[in-house]
């Protein structure tokens, strides 16, 4: 990502997620349980157990898309809010040091003042790489106007 122009930070609260991705993994896992479900009810020669199972079948895969589409990230106030796959992490403002995505990245990744990096999976290039770059400069601009330090100022 280029610094060349100073980002005007977007007003708070603001959630950032992957929405064409979001929307893609939706309804798949929709799509695929209806259709798993579809096929265990119409196959006439299984039995009730082994309906119950497809459709539990269908359940898991659809709950694993469902878990791929909860990823964001929530900035408000306060601090920011990663939710990524399984884990949720809540930040002050004044704990993020940068907020990078390099070419090849696969997300966007914040550098903590505890010398940890943490990916914010909520803002990924995949099928949106242009609205992740924008979500990538609005987030690093939030957060060099809530640090202590403020913009510009190297806080490392």
Known sequence: MSDSLPEQPPALPVTFRPARTRTVLLTAGVALFAVITL??????QLSPGERVSFVFTAA???????????????????????????SRRRLEWAEI???????????VFLDLSDGTSLPALGIQPGIARQRAIADARALRALTEARSTAGP?????
């Open 39 to 44: 096929i265990a009810l119409m196959l006439r």
């Open 60 to 86: 898991l895969l659809a709950g694993v898309l469902f878990l791929l589409a909860r990823p964001k990230v929530v900035a408000d106030e306060d601090g920011v809010t990663v939710v990524n796959i399984v």
């Open 97 to 107: 040091l940068q907020v990078n995505l390099r070419p090849g990245d696969p997300w």
């Open 152 to 156: 510009g100022t190297s806080r490392g």
